[in-house]
Structure formats: C-alpha cells, structure tokens
C-alpha cells in the first residue's frame, strides 16, 4: 500500500512490517505481529499506543510520525534510526524499554541530529514538528529510569 489507512488488526508470530514506498499509511489497530516495524521509504503514521505490535522499530529511511491523535505515550523494546531516517515525535512521548545496555547515549544522538543548530531542522534522528512550529522551539525532553527491574528511556516535547 502506498498511501491510506489500515484499520484492520496486523497479526503473526515473528511476522514484520516494512513500509518502503512513497506516500503515507497510517496505522491505528491495536496490532499484534511480532516481527517489528520498519520504515524506508514514504511516512508511516502511528495513530494508535498498539499499531506497531510487540516488536521494535527501524527506520533507515523515510519517518515514522507519531500522530497528534496519540492519546497514550508509544511504548517500544527497540528504536533504531539511522541512515535518512527520521521519527517524528509531534508532541506526544516516546518510551523504550530495554533490556542489557543503555541505548541513552544513542537516543541522545538521535535528538541532537535532529535539532540541529539550535531548532528543529535536522532532517534525520527524532525531532518533533510540533515543536519545529513553535516561535520559540524548545529540545526534547529525554530521561532515563530504572524501576522494577525495567528500564526505559523516555522522550516527549517539551
């Protein structure tokens, strides 16, 4: 699909997503396929806490774009942006939980490609529109927390 909607639920064991083609599809089941997400191409909008199942999320290429729709933070094992990828935060909040190592360290890379010098401009990492529209953008806000065992990183518009 190049461009539209998926609103039927995505399932399969170690099954994965890849968006590679120009336009833009948005998702908003509650999804359940296990096999992670990744974008290469066009804009995969998330418009829905569940749409990118269980897995973790790739981008190489093209953005994914959290939706202003969101009503819930985005709650992922693994994010990997790299090459001309971009993740767009808009003004919602990104949590990743993780297991092992710390991805902070890259997260923070990510949000420092993205800002640029001093605004949103940077055209890969994870940035935020939401706050690229401001008149006075602010950083993404990024913290690391360690609770139960479980750890996570969480980024949000400030």
Do not use: H
Not at 50 to 56: E, I, N, R, V, Y
Not at 87 to 103: C, Q, R
């Amino acid at each position: 699909m190049k461009s539209g909607s998926v609103t039927a639920i995505l399932a399969g064991a170690g099954i994965p997503l890849t968006k590679s083609t120009v336009g833009t599809v948005t998702l908003s089941a509650n999804n359940t396929y296990t096999g992670g997400t990744t974008v290469t191409g066009g804009t995969l909008l998330i418009n829905g806490p569940g749409a990118l199942g269980t897995g973790g999320l790739t981008v190489t290429g093209g953005t994914a774009a959290l939706s202003t729709g969101l009503t819930k933070y985005l709650r992922l094992p693994a994010l990997t942006v790299s090459g001309s990828g971009l993740v767009d935060v808009a003004n919602k909040g990104l949590i990743v939980n993780y297991t092992g190592s710390s991805p902070a360290g890259d997260i923070r890379a990510m949000l420092k490609s993205a800002y640029g010098p001093g605004n949103w401009s940077g055209t890969t990492g994870i940035t935020s529109s939401a706050a690229q529209a401001s008149p006075t953008p602010k950083p993404l806000i990024s913290a690391s927390r360690l609770s139960a065992g479980r750890r996570s990183l969480a980024t949000r518009s400030s």
